[in-house]
């Protein structure tokens, strides 16, 4: 019969760990008589990142000796003393690959359900003092469990552990993880997977989105995000850049201009889905070559595509596009992405946008007039002022081709004509949200600064809006995921301090920034770490794929080869170095 040789608790410290601040429940110790064991955790113990760990799905980890015993040897390591796993329980049996999802087990005055294998955390590693260990325990199937606490009770060491009942489908902790982790993925594990009521939220959301052939789209057990926010993963048009022509401008306001870009050999040009957005890559100054990106702004033809640019006071690209490019200047482009797209469906549609946040969903508002798309579409528009106002006569045209439009504009600075009913001056409220009629099943998509997204969404969501069916939109950087990383004030993207590298030159678009590479950082999330740019990433070794990114140009090398490679034209920047020069929508 299988033993708990050993309690564990410790609460959430402050630990240094390159040159952050890590707030991490990781460290534990054993413990001696009995503890008690409540519904988020063991008296004593704490998490110090809730969206990972802890919770009551997730409220005892249990970590085994024969794995104790296993990296012992791997690792040639005598000082593994019990709870360096940062596991609540050390026990002696209950291995990975016997233990199922939903089994029950009676331990002490306590019982106790298997919901999830351990989430792949870099905090293990830390703990450790071994880097690569997320990696390792996915990698040789030992990632211990967590349990959920069905009866409260007090435990100790030396009490047995008593299975009370099999969970259903009989999935072991070892198969689920590597369902989730491993290339090779059975189909109808994934199905049977999907059976047990036991298994967290998080790991039914990914292995539902594995079923419909999809990548997951996020660390399970880690906070939903918004879908737009995630890096996507689809094939490039073409590789790298290619040269197209400047067919012609057009003045939009005083700050706007569209630019119409074809190719050079009369070839057709592949269809971008509403919404993507291109790079362009241009010589400005005496610089490094700089890399942008723009939202196309229309349904694009077989031989061209538009990009609307604003003039920013201090854009050094965006400048440049508007004091120097001119009809037949040749300039470099990356084919479409982004998964800010206009999706398939029937429910009801709502395009929101301020200022030039319209180029995405005007290029939506142009394939739904294309297709004189039946569903109703509110279209809900910001701007400084009629003269500032980008696109108007054009939007107002394309709604009349829809058979059920709804137009709502607003100018912050501007008092309407008596004779144009659809213009408010002001901003959208909750209140002038909820008396548009909007449905709660519609389809929202927003594109804007922050705060405006932040606000809109707000109000959808307390319209009623699901807030999977709210879809943003952002132009710079994404907001960062650093799990348990203590959170300080921004920083503008720099370079990276230290000696100038000697190696190719790597670009983060997103950001702006354009450095040489050097063989002083460990990856290229590492190089961006340096140049403050805001990073995505949990595991740290190739595992979880938070850290996926657009690979806009260029090859790279993997340090330490993933466990599954990620879809082509993305790269996972925590665990690569570059060949040649590279570009990144980072």
């Known amino acids: 019969m299988a033993t708990l040789l050993s309690v564990n608790v410790g609460m959430p410290q402050d630990v240094s760990w390159q040159g952050r601040t890590v707030h991490t429940g990781a460290w534990k110790a054993p413990v001696q008589g009995p503890r008690m064991v409540r519904r988020l955790n063991v ?6 990142d809730l969206a990972g760990h802890g919770g009551d799905i997730r409220a005892v980890l249990v970590y085994q000796l024969e ?3 296993y990296w012992q040897k791997q690792l040639g390591r005598d000082d593994l003393t019990f709870g360096i796993f940062g596991e609540n329980f050390t026990v002696d049996g209950l291995p990975d690959d016997e233990v199922c999802i939903g089994d029950r087990y009676r331990i002490g005055e ?3 359900e298997v919901t999830q294998p351990r989430v792949t955390c870099y905090r293990v590693g830390m703990r450790l003092g071994e880097p690569t260990m997320a990696s390792l325990l ?3 199937h030992r990632p211990g469990f967590y349990l959920r606490v069905i009866t409260e009770g007090r435990v100790q060491a030396g009490d047995e552990i008593a299975l009370t009942r099999k969970g259903p489908e009989e999935l072991s902790v070892a198969e689920i993880d590597a369902l989730l982790y491993l290339p090779g993925r059975d189909p109808a594990k994934l199905r049977r997977a999907l059976n047990i009521p036991a298994l967290s939220p998080g790991w039914q959301q990914s292995f539902r989105e594995l079923a419909a052939a999809q990548q997951p789209k ?5 906070p939903g995000e918004r879908a737009s926010t995630q890096q996507p993963r689809e094939e490039p048009g073409w590789p790298g850049f290619k040269t197209m022509r400047v067919a012609r401008i057009v003045p939009e306001t005083p700050t706007v201009s569209s630019i119409y870009l074809d190719t050079t050999d009369d070839t057709p040009l592949p269809e971008a889905r509403p919404g993507q957005y291109l790079s362009i890559r241009l010589a400005v100054g005496d610089g490094a070559p700089a890399v942008r990106s723009y939202s196309l702004s229309s349904a694009p033809t077989a031989g061209t595509y538009r990009i609307s640019v604003k003039r920013e006071p201090h854009g050094k690209v965006s ?5 120097t490019l001119r009809p037949g200047d040749l300039v470099d482009i990356a084919s479409a992405r982004g998964t800010f797209v206009l999706e398939e469906g029937t429910r009801p549609i709502v395009l929101i946008s301020a200022g030039i946040g319209a180029t995405p969903v005007l290029a939506m508002l142009h394939r739904l007039a294309d297709a004189r798309d039946p569903r109703p579409v509110w279209w809900i528009h910001i701007a400084h002022d009629r003269a500032h106002h980008a696109f108007a006569d054009e939007t107002h045209a394309l709604l009349t081709q829809l058979p059920h439009a709804h137009e709502h504009i607003y100018y912050t600075s501007e008092t309407p004509h008596p004779d144009e009913p659809h213009i408010t001056q002001g901003r959208p409220t909750a209140r002038s949200l909820a008396a548009m009629g909007i449905p709660t099943d519609a389809d929202a998509y ?23 069916r709210i879809h943003t939109e952002q132009f710079s950087a994404l907001p960062a995921i650093n799990p348990g990383v203590t959170t300080t004030a921004a920083i503008q993207p720099h370079q990276p301090p230290g000696p100038t590298g000697t190696g190719p030159l790597i670009t983060f678009a997103r950001s702006g920034i354009t450095t040489p590479w050097s063989s002083a950082h460990a990856s290229l999330l590492d190089l961006a770490e340096a140049c403050d740019i805001p990073t995505r990433w949990s595991c740290r070794t190739g595992v979880c794929h938070t850290c996926i990114t657009h690979l806009v140009a260029g090859d790279i090398t993997y340090t330490t080869p993933p466990l599954e490679l990620p879809e082509p034209g993305t790269v996972l920047v925590c665990c690569s170095e570059p060949i040649t020069e590279v570009v990144l929508d980072l």
């Open 43 to 48: 008296d004593g113990d704490g998490q110090g």
């Open 67 to 69: 794995s104790y015993r």
């Open 110 to 112: 306590a019982e106790l």
């Open 138 to 140: 996915v990698a040789h």
């Open 218 to 222: 996020q660390e399970p057990g880690w």
């Open 319 to 323: 400048s440049h596009i508007h004091a």
């Open 446 to 468: 927003l594109c804007g600064p922050a705060a405006f997204m932040d606000d809109l969404g707000g109000f959808l969501r307390d319209h009623g809006l699901r807030p999977e």
